[in-house]
């Protein structure tokens, strides 16, 4: 018998692979060691280890997996034909609409190269807010903020600044969060501002007063002035993402949750590795959320909800989630739950200004 070192070494699938097919059904071991959990495989089983390794490569769904080593098993070459096939017109029509997206995003590069925008950081705007407010805002959007070089527009927090509010907004990609503080004194036009994180690290250490603060925005300048102290620096130049459109969700089911409580529910309940290493650079521990039906919100365990539609099942990373509520910062929150592919969105019940995104984790490999 094989080891499940050996059989990922053979089969051309890693060991948190192999594992994962396992509690997924698809490629179980002839027997695991009772005392220490070890899986060990049937010489006869390399070969599917290796078709599933090429199945994954190709970017079959795990449904369609399931059935093409059903069928290999079972010898019925037609069906695997069918649904090869089936998969690689899939990967056409994707491959298709994708070139379509991308000649449009040539057309819109050139048109940006031949009409360069101009810098609006020529104006002057100064407002007033609290302090506790703005501490607070900071404190709910930092947690999202990015740390990719390559993508420097997300590694500060945006203040978008209009009229009788500022809001901040901070994302890297895999999550969203958004809060707002009221204010006063508004002078100049609506603006919007990429401060850099060790600026908002800054502005956040001198808000420990109980007082009214000064933000002015002076060309690409920003600086916060709390009575005879104050931090300025320069903005980021790159534009940060419309934040306005990436909010605008279709709507889920709403739960609200005790948050220590559900806390303690996510620290202690089943988890589920992620395949993907976009997230942070490494594997993630994934929570399986399912709103159900009278208003609760439960963390599924593999094979939980059997004959469920997976479609109700929503997998996060239960770090960025467990950040989330943190950054939530109430006794109280309301969870709002879509299909596997939307995100979760965090709102707080008392106040319409925060919101926090995170994005889903596909289950099927």
């Given at each position: 018998?094989?080891?499940?070192?050996?059989?990922?070494?053979?089969?051309?699938?890693?060991?948190?692979?192999?594992?994962?097919?396992d509690?997924?059904?698809?490629?179980?071991?002839?027997?695991?060691?009772?005392?220490?959990?070890?899986?060990?495989?049937?010489?006869?089983?390399?070969?599917?280890?290796r078709?599933?390794?090429?199945?994954?490569?190709?970017?079959?769904?795990?449904?369609?997996?399931r059935?093409?080593?059903?069928?290999?098993?079972?010898?019925?070459?037609?069906?695997?034909?069918g649904?090869?096939?089936?998969?690689?017109?899939?990967?056409?029509?994707?491959?298709?609409?994708?070139?379509?997206?991308?000649?449009?995003?040539?057309?819109l590069?050139?048109?940006?190269?031949?009409?360069?925008?101009?810098?609006?950081?020529?104006?002057?705007?100064?407002?007033?807010?609290?302090?506790?407010?703005?501490?607070?805002?900071?404190?709910a959007?930092?947690?999202?903020?990015?740390?990719?070089?390559?993508?420097?527009?997300?590694?500060?927090?945006?203040?978008?600044?209009?009229?009788?509010?500022?809001?901040?907004?901070?994302?890297?990609?895999?999550?969203?969060?958004?809060?707002?503080?009221?204010?006063?004194g508004?002078?100049?036009?609506?603006?919007?501002?990429?401060?850099p994180?060790?600026?908002?690290?800054?502005?956040?250490?001198?808000?420990?007063?109980?007082?009214?603060?000064?933000?002015?925005?002076?060309?690409?300048?920003?600086?916060?002035?709390?009575?005879?102290?104050q931090?300025?620096?320069?903005?980021?130049?790159?534009?940060?993402?419309?934040y306005?459109?990436?909010?605008?969700l279709p709507?889920?089911?709403?739960?609200?949750?005790?948050?220590?409580a559900?806390?303690?529910?996510?620290?202690?309940?089943?988890?589920?590795?992620?395949?993907?290493?976009?997230?942070?650079?490494e594997?993630?521990?994934?929570s399986?959320?399912?709103?159900?039906?009278?208003?609760?919100?439960?963390?599924?365990?593999?094979?939980?909800?059997?004959?469920?539609?997976d479609?109700?099942?929503?997998a996060v990373?239960?770090?960025?989630?467990?950040?989330a509520?943190?950054?939530?910062?109430?006794?109280e929150?309301?969870?709002?739950?879509?299909?596997?592919?939307?995100?979760?969105?965090?709102?707080?019940?008392?106040?319409?200004?925060?919101?926090?995104?995170?994005?889903p984790?596909?289950?099927?490999?």
């Amino acid at each position: 018998m094989r080891s499940i070192g050996e059989m990922a070494r053979d089969g051309g699938l890693s060991v948190s692979a192999l594992r994962f097919y396992d509690r997924a059904g698809v490629l179980v071991p002839a027997w695991v060691d009772p005392v220490s959990g070890y899986r060990w495989y049937e010489p006869e089983q390399l070969t599917e280890a290796r078709l599933l390794a090429r199945l994954r490569r190709a970017g079959t769904p795990l449904a369609d997996i399931r059935l093409v080593l059903a069928a290999w098993t079972g010898g019925d070459t037609d069906l695997v034909r069918g649904l090869l096939e089936a998969h690689l017109r899939r990967l056409e029509l994707g491959l298709s609409e994708a070139r379509n997206e991308f000649s449009a995003l040539r057309a819109l590069l050139d048109r940006r190269e031949t009409h360069p925008m101009t810098s609006l950081r020529t104006t002057t705007v100064r407002l007033s807010v609290s302090s506790r407010e703005l501490a607070a805002a900071l404190d709910a959007v930092r947690f999202a903020a990015g740390t990719d070089p390559e993508l420097p527009m997300l590694s500060g927090i945006l203040f978008d600044a209009g009229g009788e509010e500022l809001r901040l907004v901070a994302t890297d990609r895999y999550r969203m969060a958004v809060a707002r503080a009221r204010t006063g004194g508004y002078e100049g036009p609506h603006t919007q501002v990429v401060v850099p994180l060790p600026l908002a690290d800054a502005m956040r250490a001198l808000l420990t007063r109980e007082q009214s603060v000064r933000l002015v925005v002076d060309g690409d300048r920003v600086t916060l002035e709390t009575g005879d102290r104050q931090t300025s620096g320069r903005s980021l130049g790159d534009e940060f993402p419309d934040y306005r459109r990436l909010v605008r969700l279709p709507a889920g089911r709403l739960v609200r949750v005790e948050t220590a409580a559900f806390r303690k529910s996510l620290e202690t309940g089943p988890v589920r590795t992620g395949e993907t290493r976009e997230q942070a650079g490494e594997l993630p521990d994934l929570s399986v959320l399912r709103a159900t039906e009278d208003g609760t919100v439960i963390i599924c365990s593999d094979g939980a909800g059997a004959g469920a539609d997976d479609r109700d099942n929503v997998a996060v990373n239960r770090e960025f989630l467990l950040q989330a509520l943190a950054a939530g910062a109430r006794d109280e929150l309301v969870l709002e739950l879509g299909t596997s592919t939307a995100p979760i969105a965090i709102r707080r019940p008392d106040d319409e200004g925060f919101l926090s995104l995170l994005m889903p984790v596909r289950l099927d490999g």
